[in-house]
């Protein structure tokens, strides 16, 4: 089984550009979540995804960040513009509910934002 | 509302040793509680999880982890450490949908 793939790994950037990240989660989870790990922290919760619909989205900041899911599947955040203090790995994860709460989150291996 | 606290940013132990790393947390119920592992360049994996019952869970890779909630603690062990387990270990709490997760543990094994 396929685990959750996440494009590019590394990202550099100048300052004001626009950039984005992608993300394919596990077949069948149709619950899609987008993390921002900062250096020395844990990951926060930016936005998460049921299907299509984001369900929560108050940590993500609307002014310069965006995300879709289209069809339920795949995920793309972008963030334009890109400030200095963006540059973090932002994790992609997935879950699947079907089988009840299990609480197990499949992380992808990160994209790593370095903006300068 | 629920957040998680590890109280070593870094620990050093020499292989064979035995490891526990500690994690407190704060929650209004009793909580749903993680310990996820993330070796340099990957993404975090679960190690272990405790909902409810045994409050001794066993994990993979060899590792445990108690749930104490007289100490709102959940700890994480293992007898002997291995020079693969060097990683960072994440505590995390969380219910449907909305896990918080502590700054972690940089954990470094010496030969």
């Known amino acids: 089984e396929a685990g959750v793939v996440q494009s590019p790994r590394y990202k550099i950037i100048e300052k004001k550009q626009p950039v984005a990240f992608w993300c394919n989660p596990i077949?069948?989870?149709?619950?899609l979540y987008w993390y921002l790990q900062n250096l020395g922290q844990g990951p926060e919760l930016l936005i998460r995804?049921?299907?299509?619909?984001?369900?929560?989205d108050s940590q993500l900041p609307k002014d310069r960040f965006s995300a879709e899911r289209l069809k339920g599947v795949d995920s793309t955040l972008k963030i334009q513009p890109a400030e200095l203090g963006d540059s973090a790995v932002y994790l992609c994860?997935?879950?699947?509910?079907?089988?009840?709460?299990?609480?197990?989150?499949?992380f992808g291996e990160g994209s790593r934002l370095t903006v300068l | 509302a629920q957040s998680v606290t590890q109280p070593d940013i870094h620990i050093t132990v020499s292989e064979g040793a035995s490891l526990e790393l500690r994690c407190n947390y704060s929650?209004?119920?009793?909580?749903?509680l993680f310990w996820y592992v993330q070796s340099p360049g990957q993404g975090l994996q679960l190690l272990l999880k405790?909902?409810?019952?045994?409050?001794l869970v066993q994990g993979i890779k060899g590792f445990e982890a108690e749930f104490k909630r007289s100490q709102s603690s959940f700890n994480l062990r293992k007898p002997s450490v291995h020079w693969s387990d060097a990683a960072e270990y994440f505590c995390?709490?969380?219910?449907?949908?909305?896990?918080?997760f502590g700054a972690g543990t940089r954990l470094t094994v010496k030969p």
């Open positions: 995390a709490v969380g219910e449907p949908n909305d896990m918080r």
């Open positions: 994860a997935s879950s699947s509910h079907s089988g009840g709460y299990t609480g197990e989150l499949f």
């Open positions: 077949s069948g989870h149709n619950t």
């Open positions: 995804y049921e299907n299509e619909e984001a369900v929560d």
């Open positions: 405790y909902f409810s019952g045994d409050t």
């Open positions: 929650y209004g119920a009793t909580p749903y």
